[in-house]
């Protein structure tokens, strides 16, 4: 542990090392690993140590029972016991020491309603056995009383994600109603048992759930005794938290407790709320967290008539802080308690409870394996450059710089929260600050809507509501030809796939004479919107963008409606878009100016860019947003005139472009509408002379038919026809025996349901490499927990936020996918499916095939829809061989925990998109470029800086800049 405080590369080594042990099988496993981690590129142990490393045998098994029971050591120096009974003995002796106790179970995340009944159930356990227990124990002043009487002798501390596994803010009536059932029963027991609950707090998306949850039950079950909350000082809106906290229990007369921490998941909440581009919720400074501490502290002393007060820490300045501040308010020492956790800081806590106050051991129990993720951060924490621990007994500073005041400064002031109709939303949908300013030099994804905000959840259901009512009365959708809105007699409808009975439009349909006029507007207006300044084209994309976030969850309700998705991918496709237009707006100026070829003299060479005509834009209906926006802001800002062909089950979500361009003041014939038939419209804009490139997304016969006929010059034509496509996948996810499989069967279960499985980027293939195989082996422990998450998936109308599956696009696509399902039955083994379906809508349940061969059709071809095949390989290099196998080449990933896997899968596996140890689907503008090859499609990667040079021609210019022997640059 020493080395590791002291080497940190050698520490991140050790803890993944140590994190992916219990997914390992057999010791050759193991031995394999732990080579790799440490005997990589640069050997992190002596390389002598290497060499007595044996990978077979009775050496190799011995090793690796040697190896796991040195890390067992170490888990049971953080974990009390295997199971309660198993820990009673270790509790006694924490007794015995003159502290109380707070027992944790340890597990895994719940992933289906089956772990939480599991998980139930060990709590119900956990209560029986300190029962009789706590029953037997002798009477303690110190520990068994506070200042107002009896308090219970021992406590037990849960996660309430660990009791429903649907839990989800989006969802928060319904997860809280749901929650309360198994919570209740937990908290009974434990007041039966004469023990106390503490409520801890997780990451900072459960955190306001988490209190409502709290406050509910409590609400209403007035004979709950003794109930606890845990406050996160590292929190910036703990504070207030705390407060809210306190003047609740005020005004419902409830005495309750109050767990002060600090915070277990601060490098987690920097960095993934930096990724989704929310603001930062916790202090990065660490002394403005103790200050903060601090603060809090006062603050639950101040208060403890109503509050009981435990403060849990481990540093020495916190505690004698408190202890100070409970003396000028003159209050008993038995008001408070100090909270410590098991293993850690032995010399601290007994001189504490010898200074007669109470201390509380907060005690893990569990699979000292299997508790890896609870290790691995007390881990961290120990051997944090901050940790106080390893300051003083590592570091070893002196007292004086021990017991400093925190100096850390102020954090600042979160911007001023936007109101809403529902009230103050103090989480942001979309980071605003500075974007003005920066907006052209600097790129920034849209922040998806943060649905842990109950204003936010509030202003989506007003969305909803909206969108309801406007297409109650179905929106009469026109062309758009030059600058002229047609209506036309012949028409088609687009419906709501959850209820086809609903018509949402009607719309006007596109002629090939429409085709023609239209293809006519575009020319002429070609030459002149060419010539256009690029920053001015950037303009109107940038325009176009503050237009569609002004709307955004209008536009997104309209894709819950029109095309069935739920609440958070139809925020999603509308974020993409506005980024789509914010980045091509962003390149556009570089890639417009000239560049200079060379620097000899005498001679100047330049290069530069020109646009390509006109560009026909023909866009799916999956994401009828953001791609569709896409491709036809990428051509516009090249400068190109833009004829847009929407998917004729998508149309009312694609004229949101039309409407968004024109309100920015686009020059009529710049940009075109014509909704139709793909046979009139499509095929009409692909072989006219006139259009000089053609964009298209969708499936792989149609792309291929449209360069089969853009390869066919016609009479007049001048350009050779450009084709974009972008023509589907078969994408597969590897599991080896390394993974971590908590976070396994959560990507998959989202790659390979998300939005029904109607994504070119869905998973259809899991490859498992399961080298011991057999019961209770890698494959049957992910399938049989795959099974149980996907068969507690919510299906019906994605209006609903509790429903998770929604429904196919049209009947066609339900028919195609049945018979798939049908030709797996012959195939290979139909493992799963969901037929608990709503009796209206286009609704199918996913499928789970084992047994599969790689050459199987449902293991070749593309379903689009959620089938999913589960293919066995011996290796890793097998796995890949198989991932590679299809004509497709679009995303594919990899969970795995292993160097050497991911490495091989880095180098080999042939596919546009590759992501290790995350879902396959969801690739954000810039920072993953989306697009394949094979059958995948051709073209540059949407959403990079390559793409916009699809809608250009290059061109070299030449000068001979020697006059008379003179040059001007020599």
Known sequence: MDWAMQDETFKVQLFRFVDAIPSLKTEHELLELFSEYFYSESPLLPKALKRWIPHSGVSAYIAGKLIKANVTSLAKQFIAGKNPAKALKEITRIRNEGRAFSIDLLGEAVLSEKEAKEFENRYLELIDTLKNFVEGLEPSELLDFNHEGHIPSGDISFKVSSFFSRLDPVNRANSIEMIKVPLQKIIRGANNASLSVTFDMEQYHLKDLTFEIFKSLLNESPDIRFPAIAVQAYLKESEEDLRELIEWARKSKRRIGVRLVKGAYLDYERITNTLEGWPVPVFLDKAQTDANFERLTRLLLENSDIIRPAIASHNIRSIANAMAVAEELRLEKKTFEFQTLYGMAEPIKRVVATRGYRVRDYVPVGEFLPGMAYLVRRLLENTSNESFLKLSFIDRLNFDELMAEPTGTPAKPPAEPKETDHGIDQKQSANTEGREADRMEEFKNTPLIDFSSKANVLDFEDGLKKVKKEVSTPVKIPLILGGDELFTNETFVSTDPSEPERIVAVVSSATSGDVDRAVCNSRKSFKEWSQEDAGSRAGYLLKAAEWIEERRTEVAATQVFEVGKSWSEADADVAEAIDFLRFYASKIIDLAEPKRLGTLPGELNRIEYIARGVVAVISPWNFPLAIAMGMTSAALVTGNTVILKPSSLSPLTAYYIVKAFRETGLPDGILQFLPGSGSVVGAGLVSNAGVDAVAFTGSMDVGLGIVKAAGSTTPGQVNIKKVVAEMGGKNAIIIDSSADLDEAVKGVVGSFTGFQGQKCSACSRVIIVDKAGGAGGLKETFVSRLTDAVANLTMGHPKESSNILGPVIDRAALEKIEKYIEIGEKEATLHYRYETLPSNGFFIGPAIFTDVSPEARIAQEEIFGPVLSIIDA?????????????????????????????????????????????????????????????????????????????????????????????????
């Open 874 to 970: 011996t290796n890793i290099d097998e796995a890949i061989d198989i991932s590679d196998s299809t004509r497709f080449a679009l995303t594919g990933g990899i969970y795995s925990r292993s160097p050497g896997s991911i490495q091989k899968v880095r180098e080999r596996l042939l596919v546009g998109n590759i992501y290790i140890n995350r879902k396959i689907t969801g690739a954000l503008v810039e920072r993953q470029p989306f697009g394949g090859f094979k059958m995948s499609g051709l073209g540059s990667k949407a959403g990079g800086t390559e793409y916009l040079k699809n809608f250009l021609f290059q061109r070299t210019i030449t000068e001979n800049t020697l006059r008379r022997g003179f040059a001007p640059e020599v």
